[in-house]
């Protein structure tokens, strides 16, 4: 069974600009949760997409927005992108019941200069 | 909100010392689940503990949920160089569905 699949697995960008990132679950995973991981404050929530629906979200600017397709595939979005916005952004997927394991992919490594 | 506090945050051993790491919870848990993180890695599940005063073991590793249900620890016998990584605690609100809140992680450094 493949795992979780991230992509672009690195990315530059510059103040100001755009970036997608995006999320492959596990076949059959229809919950896919979206974390930022960065050295001072560990893996912090950003949101998670059930069914095509945000079910929970983390204390995050509208920045921050993600959205979910039919075949669980899930994107990220970060607009007007700032310095603080360089971190790993790692997703993981579940079968979506409550309390599942996560099972993670390799992240995106993005730098903002 | 819900914090989950882990403790210490570093930890260098000499392969073969033992090594614990500490998990606390401000709310009560529904359950406990651990990650191991190896350096340039992703998380990795490990194992989830649910009962109050549950205690798990996987090789050398044992892990205990508290009976409140608020703490957690993981302890492993006779260190080795594999076992180096970041090890997370995280934990659900016993409070309807909710999500899952890390602590910040425990790395562990073991030197031959």
């Known amino acids: 069974k493949a795992g979780v699949t991230q992509t672009p697995r690195y990315l530059i960008k510059t103040r100001g600009q755009q970036v997608t990132l995006s999320c492959s679950p596990i076949?059959?995973?229809?919950?896919v949760s979206w974390y930022q991981q960065t050295p001072g404050q560990g893996l912090q929530f950003l949101f998670e997409?059930?069914?095509?629906?945000?079910?929970n979200k983390g204390n995050f600017p509208g920045r921050f927005s993600g959205r979910q397709f039919s075949n669980s595939r899930s994107e990220m979005n970060v607009s007007t992108l700032e310095l603080g916005d360089s971190a790993l952004y790692l997703c993981?997927?579940?079968?979506?019941?409550?309390?599942?394991?996560?099972?993670f992919g390799d992240g995106t490594r993005l730098s903002i200069l | 909100g819900q914090q989950v506090m882990q403790i210490p945050q570093y930890q260098h051993v000499q392969e073969g010392e033992d090594f614990t790491t500490y998990c606390n919870s401000s709310?009560?848990?529904?359950?406990i689940q651990w990650y191991k993180q190896r350096p340039g890695g992703h998380p990795v599940f490990l194992i989830q503990?649910?009962?109050?005063?549950e205690v798990k073991k996987q090789k050398r590793l044992t892990f205990q949920f508290g009976e409140a249900k608020k703490n957690s620890s993981l302890h492993i016998t006779a260190t080795q160089t594999t076992d180096v990584g970041t090890y997370f605690c995280?934990?659900?609100?016993?409070?309807?569905?909710?999500?899952?809140?890390f602590g910040k992680g425990t790395m562990l450094l073991v030197s031959p």
């Open positions: 993981a997927s579940s079968l979506g019941l409550s309390n599942q394991p996560q099972h």
């Open positions: 076949s059959g995973h229809r919950s």
């Open positions: 997409y059930f069914s095509e629906t945000q079910r």
């Open positions: 709310t009560t848990l529904s359950n």
């Open positions: 503990l649910v009962k109050s005063g």
């Open positions: 995280a934990g659900y609100s016993n409070s309807g569905y909710s999500t899952l809140t």
